[in-house]
């Protein structure tokens, strides 16, 4: 059963310096319907204009994943961390008992725009930690690359819940198909780009909610950047 969140029905706050698209309930967007995927709790589509972001604030029990699909993004945190994300780095935060940073967009010319994730954690008031790490193009392409995993591992991200998280870059007509196990609940994003799943038609901002599949198939009539989550 494949359960389609169009990019057009999301939730939709414009601040100025922020354009944020919400799939799931967030701040001041509310709809009961959507308010999470198993333990997946946000995906926000944001773009932050040149200079400007979110200045610092707390977080705690939340698992925070931020990809960057253009410009360059600026985070510093309570813990000591200070650096830029980039098109193909991926930073995990795990806020546990609490942790304060900010972000901003690196430029003062062009904006940035990434996709904030939050997975609830399985355990709460954890120890704060943070990775990045860089993936080259080459490893995502026409592949599922897992970049988080309750487990980690090199250039794995580990997450305190047992999920499991792909990227994938598809080129024109090269189908990338995937198999959950027994049980598992999955939900795919597409990030940039166009594809079908299981020959249903999806565009940049769309999600769906995969329950009850054997398996599925994604092709792309161009390219497209694709997140694929595995869940309880």
């Given at each position: 059963?494949?359960?389609i969140?169009?990019h057009?029905d999301?939730?939709?706050?414009?601040?100025?310096?922020?354009?944020?698209?919400?799939?799931?309930?967030?701040?001041?967007?509310y709809d009961?319907r959507?308010m999470?995927?198993?333990?997946l709790r946000?995906?926000?589509?944001?773009?932050?204009?040149?200079?400007?972001g979110f200045?610092?604030?707390?977080?705690r029990?939340?698992?925070?994943?931020?990809?960057?699909l253009?410009?360059?993004?600026?985070?510093?945190?309570?813990l000591?961390?200070?650096?830029?994300?980039?098109?193909?780095?991926?930073?995990?935060?795990?806020?546990?008992?609490?942790?304060t940073?900010?972000e901003?967009?690196?430029?003062?010319?062009?904006?940035?725009?990434?996709?904030?994730?939050?997975?609830?954690?399985?355990?709460?008031?954890l120890?704060?930690?943070y990775?990045?790490?860089?993936?080259?193009?080459?490893?995502?392409?026409n592949?599922?690359?897992?970049?988080?995993?309750?487990?980690?591992?090199?250039?794995?991200?580990?997450?305190?819940?047992?999920?499991?998280i792909?990227?994938a870059l598809?080129?024109?007509?090269?189908?990338?198909?995937?198999t959950?196990?027994?049980k598992?609940k999955?939900?795919?994003?597409?990030?940039?780009?166009?594809?079908?799943?299981?020959?249903?038609?999806?565009?940049?901002?769309?999600?769906?909610?995969?329950?009850k599949?054997?398996?599925?198939?994604?092709?792309?009539?161009?390219?497209?950047?694709?997140?694929l989550f595995?869940?309880?």
């Open positions: 059963m494949l359960n969140r169009h057009e999301r939730g939709h706050a414009n601040h100025g310096w922020l354009d944020s698209y919400h799939t799931f309930s967030f701040a001041s967007y009961p959507h999470g995927f198993s333990v946000v995906i926000n589509d944001d773009t932050v204009a040149p200079g400007q200045s610092s604030h707390n977080h029990d939340m698992e925070i994943l931020s990809y960057v253009e410009g360059e993004l600026e985070h510093k945190d309570s000591g961390n200070g650096s830029v994300i980039r098109p193909g780095d991926i930073q995990l935060m795990s806020a546990g008992s609490g942790v940073h900010s901003y967009n690196h430029s003062f010319d062009a904006p940035v725009h990434f996709l904030q994730i939050w997975v609830l954690p399985d355990e709460l008031g120890e704060p930690n990775q990045q790490f860089h993936i080259p193009p080459e490893e995502k392409r592949q599922w690359r897992l970049i988080a995993s309750r487990g980690g591992g090199r250039n794995i991200a580990r997450i305190h819940q047992d999920v499991r792909y990227a598809l080129d024109q007509d090269t189908p990338l198909d995937y959950p196990a027994p598992r999955l939900w795919l994003q597409v990030a940039s780009g166009a594809a079908l799943l299981n020959g249903n038609p999806l565009y940049a901002g769309d999600g769906v909610g995969i329950l599949e054997d398996r599925i198939v994604l092709t792309s009539e161009d390219q497209a950047e694709v997140l595995d869940l309880p």
